[in-house]
Nanobody
Framework: QVHVVESGGGLVQAGGSLRLSCAASGSIRSINAMGWYRQAPGKQRELVAVITSGGRTNTADSVKDRFTISRDNAKNTVYLQMNSLKPEDTAVYYC??????????????WGQGTQVTVSS
């Protein structure tokens, strides 16, 4: 069993900052990539940023100058530093982990989501 748990969401004024954290735990042999997605009301889930075990990143153009993804491989944890937040960043943010498990499978795991609300 593998668990993915996010933390750090909340309410912030436009221009403010938040830092999201996501930790994966359980029967993990290795984690290939971890990332953040978001889903606003009435919209499809979209990629925010992803980082590989080797540190390669891919960040959405809409947030590239404001958000930074980082990772602590030893802790199986990924972070999303969000600066200069805008009301359009309001969404539920989901963590994703592509995990090679201890029993030899490679699976995609999602967290339960954390709400980020940016007021104008």
């Amino acid at each position: 069993q593998v668990h993915v748990v996010e933390s750090g969401g909340g309410l912030v004024q436009a221009g403010g900052s938040l830092r999201l954290s996501c930790a994966a735990s359980g029967s993990i042999r290795s984690i290939n990539a971890m990332g953040w997605y978001r889903q606003a009301p009435g919209k499809q889930r979209e990629l925010v940023a992803v980082i590989t075990s080797g540190g390669r990143t891919n960040t959405a153009d809409s947030v590239k100058d404001r958000f930074t993804i980082s990772r602590d491989n030893a802790k199986n944890t990924v972070y999303l530093q969000m600066n200069s937040l805008k009301p359009e960043d309001t969404a539920v943010y989901y963590c994703n982990a592509i995990v090679s498990t201890a029993w030899g499978t490679r699976n995609n795991y999602w967290g339960q989501g954390t709400q980020v609300t940016v007021s104008s």
